[in-house]
């Protein structure tokens, strides 16, 4: 792996390591940084290095720290390896990216390749079905199982009212990037019993202001129903090569 590709970043380390601390044990995780171009995409990168990897790919509005009692279960014998999408997580979060579906995969792939991850068991969720899988379709070579979970990558016929509402002009902006109201719905409907305060604070201390949420914005605004979409090709793509 060449230098320029895991930047020394100690200031970048030292202030993520301060953000997660009031996190404790629950995330205890060495932070580790990918430059895409001037923007710095944070993974979680437990476990040998010459292990099987397990890649872990998170959806909207999460991010790592979804992934951190599996990591913690399998980083004794693989490679766990938890990337947070740029604009979520400690990666950055620009307010001017093209935050579209085709971007966070070659954003996964790069990792993949930046870090030569072979016989990967991809895990997927929500929105890193698509993500993982639109990597998986350019190198299936470099998979050797599938996990996905609440997801799908194919074309819908339509969208939860919820969801649907949250893409309204102004409203949808004011309700997720003013309110929060996406992520912190997310700890309490998506979740079967009630998350402990700790770990609600974990799911939310990356969105903590108007700017920290722009991708989760983003992430709805580029569900696409339509060939109009910006993202509508890739989807097809995506599922055409997956036969779904």
Not at 24 to 51: I, K, N, T
Not at 174 to 193: D, H, P, Q, S
């Given at each position: 792996m060449?230098?320029?590709t895991?930047?020394a970043?100690?200031?970048r380390?030292?202030?993520?390591r301060a953000?997660i601390?009031?996190?404790?044990?629950?995330?205890?995780?060495?932070?580790?940084?990918?430059?895409h171009?001037?923007?710095?995409?944070?993974r979680?990168?437990?476990?040998p290095?010459?292990?099987?990897p397990?890649?872990f790919?998170?959806?909207?509005?999460t991010w790592?720290?979804?992934?951190?009692?599996?990591?913690?279960?399998?980083?004794?014998?693989?490679?766990?390896?938890?990337?947070?999408?740029?604009?979520?997580?400690l990666?950055?979060?620009p307010?001017?990216?093209?935050?579209?579906?085709?971007?966070h995969?070659?954003?996964?792939?790069?990792l993949v390749?930046?870090?030569?991850?072979?016989?990967?068991?991809?895990?997927l969720?929500?929105?890193?079905?698509?993500?993982?899988?639109?990597?998986?379709?350019?190198?299936?070579?470099?998979?050797?199982?599938l996990?996905?979970?609440?997801?799908?990558?194919?074309r819908?016929?339509?969208?939860p009212r919820?969801?649907?509402a949250?893409?309204?002009?102004?409203?949808g902006?004011?309700?997720?990037?003013?309110?929060?109201?996406f992520?912190?719905?997310?700890?309490?409907?998506?979740?079967?019993?009630p998350?402990?305060?700790l770990?609600k604070?974990?799911?939310?201390?990356?969105?903590?202001?108007w700017?920290?949420r722009?991708?989760?914005?983003?992430?709805?605004?580029?569900?696409?129903?339509?060939?109009?979409?910006?993202?509508?090709?890739e989807?097809?793509a995506?599922e055409e090569?997956f036969?779904?």
């Amino acid at each position: 792996m060449s230098p320029t590709t895991e930047p020394a970043l100690p200031e970048r380390v030292a202030e993520a390591r301060a953000r997660i601390a009031e996190l404790g044990s629950e995330y205890a995780f060495q932070p580790h940084f990918l430059a895409h171009g001037a923007v710095l995409q944070h993974r979680v990168d437990e476990g040998p290095r010459d292990a099987p990897p397990i890649l872990f790919v998170h959806g909207n509005p999460t991010w790592s720290f979804a992934w951190r009692r599996l990591v913690r279960a399998f980083s004794d014998r693989f490679r766990c390896v938890a990337p947070d999408h740029v604009g979520c997580g400690l990666s950055d979060k620009p307010a001017g990216y093209p935050y579209r579906l085709l971007r966070h995969v070659s954003n996964l792939e790069r990792l993949v390749l930046e870090l030569d991850l072979r016989d990967i068991t991809l895990v997927l969720h929500d929105w890193g079905g698509p993500i993982g899988l639109g990597m998986a379709r350019r190198h299936p070579e470099r998979i050797a199982r599938l996990v996905v979970t609440n997801s799908a990558a194919f074309r819908a016929g339509g969208m939860p009212r919820r969801l649907s509402a949250c893409r309204a002009p102004l409203l949808g902006s004011l309700a997720i990037r003013g309110f929060n109201a996406f992520a912190r719905g997310a700890t309490t409907m998506a979740v079967e019993k009630p998350l402990s305060t700790l770990v609600k604070r974990g799911y939310l201390l990356p969105y903590r202001s108007w700017a920290d949420r722009v991708a989760i914005h983003a992430f709805v605004l580029d569900i696409p129903m339509g060939p109009a979409h910006p993202s509508w090709d890739e989807l097809v793509a995506i599922e055409e090569a997956f036969g779904l």
